[in-house]
């Protein structure tokens, strides 16, 4: 297959040459006639200054013209292509050229005729003109002149149009080879680029996700072409690096509940431990948080599927979050922590029923785990854009580096490590999920040791059936 180069190259080629061409002919047929008209005005004034000079030679004492001089002249104007023959006024030949060097003249008429017809094709015959002489309008006699026709080229002109002609196609040829060189320096400047993005894709592909197009080209197209290159590379890598820490992250947290299992099942098999129901007890917590784990990667992969539907009606958010809290409040009694949610009325969503409660279960859940006294508060304010929905508790906190982080994938602070709370790190991310799919946004504000805010902001008056936009 051709390259870009070469066929850039060759088409810039191929125009300038068929431009060169077609301006050389043009410039070349409108000189040849330009030429030929000075030329033919040329023959007509000689012609008649040759008759001016052969009336010169008429004496109008002896009334006949001085044959020795006419000779003379005659056979100059011969020399110069005019043939000519000079009659006295009754029709009586004075002087005939042909007559006086029949071979000087068929020389002439030869040579001409020659020249005319193969070097500019000008095809034509000697032609005659007449002209009537006078001394002081008084008729003396006649001249003939005979011309080759409809116009002749001297030998001087013959050579200054063949020279005109050489330097044309000198000219030419230069600036052909000269454009040449220009369309295959102009072609490798044009694709240099585009090879080079091109090289970039390739090793993109075969796995090399660093490498990047250089930046800085002046055209639109080539900049607009190395930025989606790297875009795609940087999307690539990130996708790349993503799923690293996913496997590293589900490889982590399946390790500590099998482990432990493992350890169990051992010391049991073994005859070490006797198989009480403690133990057992203790076994199957451990099955219950992997199966947690894998129902939470379960409904994440569901959630983030580009296409979900999300089943809306319109419902009272407040009821809503009161049933989410109350699951909570045994567990929080237990603590000696109170759950209150502020709004008593009725506001009116329209949502997805069963993912917004499991948002809330999420963030009630999250806040009840990380608080060990004080209080759950869940905010319930509308405005009339959006219903802002603040969970704040006076638990454990976070540090302000950990912020970022909260709703990504597998995220769990030191402190939520340490306490063995039981969360793989998901619970945030799928908050986010759902609450993105709703047009909605969140947010989280904290502070370690006093306690955290996470604030869910929801559209009020959206309605219908919608396609999740989650990216
Ligand atoms: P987990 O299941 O570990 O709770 P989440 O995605 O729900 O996972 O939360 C991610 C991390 O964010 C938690 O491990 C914890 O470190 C931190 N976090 C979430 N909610 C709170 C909170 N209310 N108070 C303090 N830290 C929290």
Redesign the pocket.
Known sequence: MISLRNRLALTYALFICASVLVVGVIINRFAEKLFANFVTENINTESREIADTITKQYDPWARSFDVASVEAMGMYFVHQGYIISVEDINGEIVWDARACDMQQCAMVINEISGRMENEFGVGGSFQTNRFRLAYRDMGIGYLNIDTYGPFFYSKTESAFLSSLNRFLLIAGGVFIILSILLSVFLAAEISRPVLRAAEAARRIAGGELSVRVPDGYETREIQELSRSVNDLATALENGERWQKRLTSNVAHELRTPLTCLQGNMEAMIDGVWEPSVERLSSCYEEIVRLNRLVEDLNRLSILEQKNLILHRTEFDLVKLINTAAERFRAAALEKGIAITVTNTGVVLVDGDYDRLTQVFI?LIS??V??TDRGSVTVTIVETQEYCEIRVA?T????EKEELPH?FERF???D??RSRN?G???????IVRTIVDAHGGRVGAE?EAGKG?V?TVLLPVKTRGETVNQYP
Do not use: C, P, Q
């Open positions: 999420n999250n806040a785990k990380y508790d638990g454990i906190g976070m909260v995220y769990r602070s402190k939520s709370t969360g793989a790190g998901i619970g945030l991310t904290s955290s996470f």
